[in-house]
């Protein structure tokens, strides 16, 4: 069993860096993969990045390559999403999950946490 805790969002303006964190306890994620997650109101949730933890890899949402980055943190067992040059439309709930494939896809992943909001004002 993993549970996973999301940390670090908040109200920003237009043009500002935040970083999240996603903290794991229970297990370590070194078999696991972790992603993160976007829901803004009345829409789906959507994949935004995702990192292999034992190699390293990671893969983005194409909309978001450049302005976020993926990193973890294998002492703290903790994975970072770092995001830069924030737009309105990146406001929503930031949710990150571990699962044991390599996906994009929400049912890719077993473990979620309880997300963090994000807002981003114009």
């Known amino acids: 069993q993993v549970q996973l805790v999301e940390s670090g969002g908040g109200l920003v303006q237009a043009g500002d860096s935040l970083r999240l964190a996603c903290a794991a306890s229970?297990?370590?994620?070194?078999?696991?993969?972790v992603g993160w997650f976007r829901q803004a109101p009345g829409k789906e949730r959507e994949f935004v990045a995702r990192i292999s933890w034992s190699g390293g890899f990671t893969y983005y949402a194409d909309s978001l390559k450049g302005r976020f980055t993926i990193s973890g943190d294998n002492a703290k067992n903790t994975v970072f999403l770092q995001m830069n040059s924030l737009k309105p439309e990146d406001t929503g709930v930031y949710y990150c999950?571990?699962?044991?494939?390599?996906?994009?896809?929400?049912?890719?992943?077993?473990?979620w946490g309880q997300g963090t909001q994000v807002t981003v004002s114009s």
């Open positions: 999950a571990a699962g044991q494939g390599w996906s994009s896809a929400t049912v890719g992943y077993d473990y």
């Open positions: 229970g297990r370590t994620f070194s078999s696991y993969t």
